[in-house]
């Protein structure tokens, strides 16, 4: 467990020496339905979110990884139990005050990638920064160049219609991250690609977990998704069973996976 | 953005644009027909009123309205003329009576009978003839709305009222009356021999106050020495009167204010069907934009900007065929009126009816779980 004490704010560019703590969730219960079809869907999850890390959150359907998500990204509440996220603690934050946090501190990214279809992609992720009441030509030059930055400089006035899955979902990318958040969460982003998007994506997020003031956390299914990440959870049934590490000097977490199966078969 | 995403959601599907805009264009044209009638009536109903040259009218007691008055004694002038403070006194007749056609049949017209050389009340809006020509010998003066009806063609065209012959001298335009019984202008002494009036009978004494004077302290004065079965109305009260009686006594007015509801909630009912109807189509896409964080005010934004954005076009092609049907109507009888200030109002109620269906829309959208989000 990660003391209180860290969970502090170096600024930008102060390399800090215990890790930049973006999230911390503890004992997350959450309660989905009601009366005879209620369902504990959370069981008390703790876990903490660093800056300058890519983390993947694994684990089977029905898990309880898109409701851990919801939670993380204040569009639930907890039934109980804590989380606060860029050090501001969510407890009896009302909806527009969760909306607050969202729009400040947190970027989303979907299976389905959510964009607007009536909009290109350019005013879809202006429309991040417009929410965000940042308008006009410095809110254009904002979007172009995280556009650019996930190399879509030139699909600019391009419908979601108009562009593929891989591209859809890089616009997407490009929307959460634009509004420059502490916490990117993204829910299945490469299911609904084929391999070579779903890669382009993943060294996306990989990339942009590198920032050093901003942590990702992806769900996922996907295995190809494993060789990305610098840390993995794993949940089943509501409670997270494991954790592993990229350890120092390990180029990916291939080797990971693979000292865990060994483990597992040992 | 918000603008550029109503405008978006608005024109992405285009039938049921069409649907909204034909429900605010029907709207609009039924307001517009209903209350251009009633502001047409009430035009016709008070601009003889508006245009007598007077602050007192002198008439029987308990006359209804203009045209409808039992005569009085001509005395009652001079006991007007006597009253200190009164700058003129001016008898005038009008009544009903039958106009033959040269060309066989009759109709009913209102007779009005002032000598103009008096002020009181003259022809307007002459477009033939003069003022002055009345003097002549049978001289008439006549609406040319009315011409057909009257069965003359024009200037110098002759017909029969009561036993006498008369001329028409000049015509006017536009002056049309409530109960589409036309009027014939003449001199008071004419007017008196095609009604069969006694010489010593008017219909009204039309007072003029000296400036300055104080309008109900002559009255009073007036009053005083008028016997009972006379009374006296400033020209509010007596346009007040004739516009009660034949927009509410008759139930005229109340039948076109009522129409003009009735096209308010017609109106409203469809827009606030569609909007709520692409609200709902665009539901997923307003629980991204609170996952992304937007307030709920921002979301509301863009519904009311939608229907803002209907209300303008459909208010832009409504008025145009609003003022097309005013333009047609402007020669018949009962002509539609269409003011800047209906205009205006016209466009606050389009921007009122589009904001209350918006709150069905609202309503659905402040309800919605940002949740749906993951669940696409
Ligand atoms: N609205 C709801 N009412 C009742 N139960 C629910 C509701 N939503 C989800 N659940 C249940 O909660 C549990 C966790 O659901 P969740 O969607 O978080 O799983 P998941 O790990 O994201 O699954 P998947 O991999 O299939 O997306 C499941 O058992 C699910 O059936
Ligand atoms: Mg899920």
New binding site residues.
Partial sequence: MTAVATVSHAPAGTVAATANVVLDARDIVKD??EGA???R?LKGVSLTLNAGELTLLM????????????ILGCILTPTSGTLSVAGKPTAGLGPEALADLRRNHVGFIFQSYNLFPTLTAEENVRLALDVRGSRGSDAVVAAQRVLQKVGLRHKLKSYPSNLSGGEQQRVAVARSLVGSPSVILA??PTAALDSENGEAVMSLLSQIAKDRSRAVLA?T?DPRTVPYADRILR?ED?LIVGEERRAEGVETVHELARTRKRKANA | MTLTLAFRNLFHDRVRLAVTLIGILFSIVLLAVQLGLYLGARGMIISMIDRADGDLWVMAYGTKNFEEAQPIRARERYVALSTPDVMSATPIVTAFTDWRKPTGGSTLVVVIGADTEEGGIAPWNVVEGDVSGLGARDAVMIDKTYLEELGVNGVGDTAQVGSARVRVSGLTEGIRSFTVTPFVFTTLNRARQLVDMPADNITYVLVKVRPGADVEKVRGAIRAQLPGDNEILTRAEFRDRSLNHWLFATGAGVALLGGAILGLIVGTVIVAQTLYSSTKDHLAEFATLRALGSSKGYINKVILMQAGLSALIGYGLGMTIALTIVYMSEQTALPIVMSPGLAALLLLLTFAMCAVSALSAIGKVVRIDP?MV?NR
């Avoid at chain 1, 684990?59 to 919801?70: H, I, V």
């Fill in positions: 989905l339905g079809g209620k369902v869907a684990g089977p359907s029905g898990s309880g990884k898109t409701t851990l998500l919801s829910d299945e769900v299914h949940i509501g | 949740v993951f």
